[in-house]
């Protein structure tokens, strides 16, 4: 039997659903302090307390990227819990509600006192790493001529420790986090940021939630209990 974080509106994580209670289950590739295996992210909290207005639970699966994004789409999984825009041509059974969930911030994350990047042109004069496989960093960068691509964000910061790039290209809260567990100090975020919205995207078979879970989330926006959630996420990316 598949093992997977289901969280409710107890804020309670378990191993495995409650049959009484209706289960969504969502593929995420996000990063910690974003999802966690306790159950404890800022996305694990707020799908919790989204889907417990509607009186459901959700179910998080960490899946690789194309092959969460696969199996949303393919309805072995009920959508994808947080995306920037999706082609709709390759991925045409999942359908993008309306209200973001949240942003993520790029950006350049460095350690040396004499790193200067204000405009997206500063990049070329270091030496730059980024994860293999990530879209935006490889339409901004595919130029660079000082470039390193690593397998996973764990190696990109082992790298940036060394001195071996001069500038992790990153996600800033997560790459916060990452640096936190490394005992890397003195980490900074260059004044060029890319601000990118993610959005839930639901398989069709239950398009007919979205616009209630929109509601449902504007609604947590007007009542403060999204800023609960929220405002230590949005203070981790400055």
């Avoid at 696969?70 to 959508?79: E, F, K, P, S």
């Avoid at 270091?126 to 964000?153: C, D, P, Q």
């Amino acid at each position: 039997m598949l093992q997977a974080l289901v969280l409710c509106s107890s804020g309670l994580a378990f191993a495995e659903s409650d049959d009484s209670v209706p289960t969504l289950r969502f593929s995420t590739a996000s990063l910690p302090p974003v999802t966690t295996p306790a159950g404890d992210g800022y996305l694990d909290q707020l799908l919790d307390a989204l889907f417990s207005r509607l009186g459901m639970c959700v179910e998080i699966q960490k899946l690789p990227p194309a092959r969460g994004l696969a199996q949303a789409n393919a309805g072995l999984l009920d959508g994808e819990a947080a995306r920037i825009n999706l082609d709709g041509s390759l991925y045409p059974a999942l359908h993008r509600m309306r209200e973001p969930l949240f942003d993520v911030v790029f950006a350049g994350l460095y350690t040396r006192p004499d790193v200067s990047v204000d405009a997206l042109e500063d990049f070329f004069e270091y030496r730059l790493g980024f994860v293999r496989g990530w879209k935006i960093a490889e339409s901004l960068f595919s130029e660079h001529s000082m470039l390193i691509r690593t397998h996973n964000a764990t190696q990109l910061f082992d790298m940036l420790d060394a001195g071996r790039i001069d500038i992790a290209f990153m996600t800033v809260a997560p790459g916060r986090f990452i640096a936190r567990g490394k005992g890397i100090e003195h980490l900074q975020v260059t004044g060029f940021t890319l601000r990118k919205d993610l959005h839930l995207y639901m398989h069709e078979k239950n398009i007919a939630l979205l616009p209630a879970l929109s509601a449902a989330l504007k609604s947590m926006k007007a009542d403060g209990s999204y800023g609960d959630i929220m405002d230590d996420y949005e203070r981790e990316n400055r």
